[in-house]
């Protein structure tokens, strides 16, 4: 049978050969088409977690207060359960926005100032790094379309240190554990999602950051939940730390699989981040405006 | 950014982030359709097929596995620019192209994973330049005088060596006992 040579390559998958691209005119207009083609992640609003959020607000107030009476530095807030009467006492958040309108969690006095990444000094596990699902500073400066050919931070900076760190089992993300810096340009519209219910809380300062200790529960996802479209991204019952920082405005991101870690992992995880923060601008998809020959480590 | 680092991006199911791999890879995976569906198709009918394929990679995320993105992404809209076309039943093929399966149920039969190995072993006996070429023009269908530019060849050289390694793929796989001889 007489076949076109052609068909031999069917689902064949090259690596070899990169063809020069031509310029595409209408590739804005395909982007949009295919964003909105792809359902929104839900952006559910359990009132569960506008309580928590209340809480936070109470104690950051008065974590503050602390703070100036001793003129040292705030230690973690023990953990307490969250009342409604709080809530209904709470008239102003301090940087947790209580209009979750849009998104379940958002940060009110957040705004863009400079890029930053992370490494880790404690992970749960020993294994290397490069076993781990990440994004690098590179990849993250890359990601929001960076002239890199005006970048001038060193290799260590851009390929040792990260802004984003999953362990991976069995090839796909989780159920191990995931750190995430979420840049201060992003933390605007970043949502921050959880499935099921939240079975316990904490929050207070941490670390000189604004906390929030969560763990959900998935297997009490709403039937909605359960067919959405993220539902597979939590399957298991998790501990989740949110720590803002308020004046860098970017946010650490811990997650920890309950069945294997004790809620404290998130705080011995979270206690070993050191911060990089580079003199570059924080745009979500801006060019490079500064570049930066010195860098600051340590957390801010 | 690397292709690993786009993968795992991808694996967050972040919006965000898989608009930035769309709009990075938009105009590849459009330069690639152009040259798949050729002037027979309209823009129109491209772009349909582009954003298919992105929404086939937002689909299959999950597993992708292969640090190769490029490569998925360039199977996958090859493989819908072929079905469109046959749909169409457009293409006139040069009867050079054409070579004769031992089996009627050749292509059927065979997994496609064993399919795939026999081809990519067969071409891999050709010589580096030569397999380009054969991909260039077969593979990611462009045109010789394209080829010629971008390898920086004269199209006749493209030409002569186009068919040298067309025979000797051919003469693998017949070897192979995957095609008959001509």
């Known amino acids: 049978m007489p076949i076109d040579i052609r068909r031999l390559l069917d689902d064949y998958e090259d690596d070899s050969v990169v063809i020069r691209e031509r ?30 959020a209340a809480a ?19 230690q973690q807030v023990e953990p307490g359960d969250i009342s409604e009467n709080e809530l209904e006492t709470t008239t102003e958040l301090k940087n947790w ?22 490494t880790v000094d404690y992970l749960p596990e ?37 802004t984003y760190l999953c362990m991976e089992e069995t090839g796909r993300v989780g ?76 946010v650490i991101h811990i997650a920890v699989y309950a069945e294997r870690y004790d809620i404290t992992e998130l705080d011995r995880i979270a206690e070993g981040i050191t911060i990089h923060t580079t003199d570059i601008a924080n745009k979500p998809n801006g060019s490079c405006p500064n570049q930066s020959y010195d860098i600051t480590p340590g957390r801010g | 950014m690397t292709e690993a680092e786009m993968r795992r991006r991808l694996h967050r199911g972040n919006r965000q982030d898989f608009e930035e791999i769309v709009r990075y890879y938009t105009p590849y995976v ?52 072929c079905d469109l076309v046959r ?24 997994d496609q994973k064993e399919r795939s190995r026999m081809v990519r072993d067969a071409l891999h006996k050709l010589g580096d330049s030569d397999r380009e070429i054969f991909l260039r023009y077969y593979y ?21 060596r186009l068919k040298r390694g067309r025979e000797a793929l051919k003469k693998i796989l017949e070897q192979e006992g995957f095609l008959h001889a001509d």
Not at chain 1, 57 to 72: P, Y
Request: net charge negative; glycine share 6%; hydrophobic share 40%.
């Open chain 1, 97 to 118: 926005e209580k209009d979750y309108s849009g998104a379940l969690i958002e940060f009110e006095d957040a705004k863009a100032t400079n890029l930053v990444s992370m």
């Open chain 2, 30 to 81: 459009m330069t690639i359709l152009q040259n798949q569906l050729g002037t027979e198709h309209t823009e129109a009918d491209v772009e349909d097929v582009c954003m298919d394929v992105f929404l086939a990679l937002w689909h299959n995320r999950e597993r992708i596995h292969s640090d190769n993105l490029r490569g998925w992404l360039v199977r996958v809209a090859r493989n819908k620019a």
């Open chain 1, 175 to 250: 159920p191990g554990y995931v750190i995430e810096l979420i840049q201060s340009a992003d933390v605007a519209t970043r949502i921050f999602s959880l499935f099921g219910e939240v079975v316990t809380v904490k929050e207070g300062e941490f670390l000189g950051m604004e906390g929030m200790w969560l763990t959900n529960d998935p297997s009490k996802k709403t039937e909605a939940e359960a067919t959405s479209e993220d539902a597979y991204l939590m399957n298991d019952v998790c501990h989740h730390l949110l720590l803002y920082h308020p004046t860098d405005h970017y």
């Open chain 1, 23 to 52: 310029p595409c005119l209408n590739a804005d207009t395909i982007v949009s088409r295919v964003m909105e083609a792809i359902p929104e992640r839900k952006q559910r609003i359990p009132r569960k977690l506008m309580w928590m």
């Open chain 2, 140 to 160: 990611y269908e462009q045109k010789i005088n394209e080829i010629a530019g971008e390898m920086g060849m004269n199209p006749e050289t493209v030409k002569s």
């Open chain 1, 126 to 162: 020993d294994d290397p790094i490069e076993s781990y699902n990440f994004v690098t500073l590179r990849g993250e400066l890359q990601g929001k379309g960076y002239d890199m050919t005006g970048i001038y931070l060193s290799d260590e900076l851009l390929d040792q240190t990260y």
């Open chain 1, 56 to 74: 936070v607000a109470v104690t950051c107030l008065l974590a503050g207060c602390v703070w100036v009476v001793s003129a040292i530095r705030l």
């Open chain 2, 87 to 110: 749909k169409k039943g457009l293409r006139t093929i040069p009867l050079e192209d054409l070579v004769v399966v031992s089996d009627d149920h050749a292509l059927e039969g065979l």
